[in-house]
């Protein structure tokens, strides 16, 4: 699935469809024993963040965004998907830990991604592949309910395997 781990200290941002972007990291222990060592915390008592941050049209210096959000998750996990993003902005995401009640102290920041505008013109390329993004995301493919991860399938012998 991830072509590519991020090197650790690396947080990467893939846009996946026009509203949704797929975050993954190394979920390594040095940033923990960092922040237990000069902050004097227990990383595993520090609710991991993710904050998107809305960047668009700006030269981002962490504190300067249009507006951002954040989304608690798992920082062992290594990856999250994050949901909701507008066409025609961009985004930098930042993961990180609250040291105090209102420190963010960030861990890795992605690199900026942009999402597609809403009106692609007819004559653009990409604008086939954005409505089966749209297509996708608004309506799951039927044959989801139907399959499982789980199924069993057995290879059944071929007629020239019978002969030998």
Known sequence: MIQEM?????LKAKLVT????????DASDIPKKIIQSFFHLNFDKL???VRIYDVTEI???GKNAHHFYEVSISYQ????FIKGLTANRSYVAELGVYVSET??????????IHTPSADIPLSNELYQDVLQFKRYEEEPPK???YVSTYSYYVEKNRPEENNA
Do not use: A, H
Request: net charge positive.
């Open 77 to 80: 996990q290594g990856f999250w």
């Open 103 to 112: 420190s963010f102290f960030p861990i890795f920041r992605s690199t900026c």
């Open 143 to 145: 044959w989801r309910d």
């Open 6 to 10: 991020p090197i650790k200290g690396e």
């Open 47 to 49: 609710v991991p963040i």
């Open 18 to 25: 026009p509203q949704k972007m797929f975050l993954y990291w």
């Open 59 to 61: 030269i981002f210096n």
